[in-house]
């Protein structure tokens, strides 16, 4: 069973960056699609970015539209660790980041078996 760890969280002001990592202990790890999904306060689980599994023709990134542009979605099968680098930050990017791993690329929670417990992003004005 994988188990995943999300770091890199913090506080900034709106326009900076942060860079969240997500180590996944599962030896197949390279095997797996893997997500970022995002919770603010008193909203539900929202899609962030996903990325698919490495092909012959490489890794197929998605994003949500309220990201796209902004943040991007990498993954480093040899260190078993997805990263989202987030740029142009604003308050309403605000929640907790989950890391999730999956067989499925898609954008619904219920595609992913995996979840990390977070790491707090806040975005100040």
């Known amino acids: 069973q994988a188990q995943l760890v999300e770091s890199g969280g913090g506080s900034v002001q709106a326009g900076g960056s942060l860079r969240l990592s997500c180590a996944a202990s599962?030896?197949?790890?390279?095997?797996?699609?893997m997500g970022w999904f995002r919770q603010a306060p008193g909203k539900e689980r929202e899609f962030v970015a996903t990325?698919?599994?490495?092909?012959?023709?490489?890794?197929?990134?998605d994003y949500a539209d309220s990201v796209k542009g902004r943040f991007t979605i990498s993954r480093d099968n040899a260190k078993n660790t997805v990263y989202l680098q987030m740029n142009s930050l604003k308050p309403e990017d605000t929640a907790v980041y989950y890391c999730a791993a999956g067989s499925i690329l898609g954008r619904s929670q219920h595609d992913y078996d995996y979840w990390g417990r977070g790491t707090q992003v806040t975005v100040s004005s």
């Open positions: 599962e030896h197949t790890f390279s095997s797996y699609a």
């Open positions: 990325m698919s599994v490495v092909t012959w023709s490489g890794a197929r990134p």
